[in-house]
């Protein structure tokens, strides 16, 4: 939801007054639930989890009805993680290293008409 903000703010920003009141009440951004226990969580010394991880269904510019489903994953830690990104229960995934104190923007896929996706996050 952290990187989401920002978005919704310029959006916001760059509209006239007429259309703010209709932006903030179609947004077309999805935000999705969090991600599906998975096992290992990468911690930090004090014990917190070293990955914030959010996802949205966006539609796409050219044909709306299509919405491919972001995942944003950022480390908060000092070290690299190998990161395993999937639909829930689905062997459809995408395998990616997030390093320190970055983040990473992914699609994990696109679908017609879905705009609620399960997803599970391995990391290492």
């Avoid at 919704?8 to 932006?23: D, E, F, K, P, Y």
């Avoid at 917190?48 to 959010?54: G, I, N, P, R, T």
């Avoid at 070290?79 to 983040?103: G, H, M, N, T």
């Amino acid at each position: 939801m952290k990187f989401l903000v920002p978005l919704l703010m310029v959006a916001l920003l760059v509209s006239n007054g007429a259309n703010v009141r209709a932006q903030s009440t179609t947004n077309r951004l999805t935000v999705q639930e969090p991600a599906e226990p998975s096992g290992n969580v990468v911690r930090d010394p004090l014990g917190k989890a070293c990955l914030d991880v959010e996802a949205a269904a966006r539609p796409q510019s050219s044909n709306h009805d299509m919405l491919d489903h972001v995942v944003s994953i950022k480390n908060n830690c000092l070290r690299p993680i190998k990161v395993k990104l999937c639909y829930y229960k689905s062997e459809s995934c995408k395998q990616f290293d997030v390093q320190a104190y970055k983040r990473v923007d992914t699609i994990l896929g696109a679908m017609r008409g879905v705009s609620f996706f399960r997803y599970s996050v391995f990391q290492k």
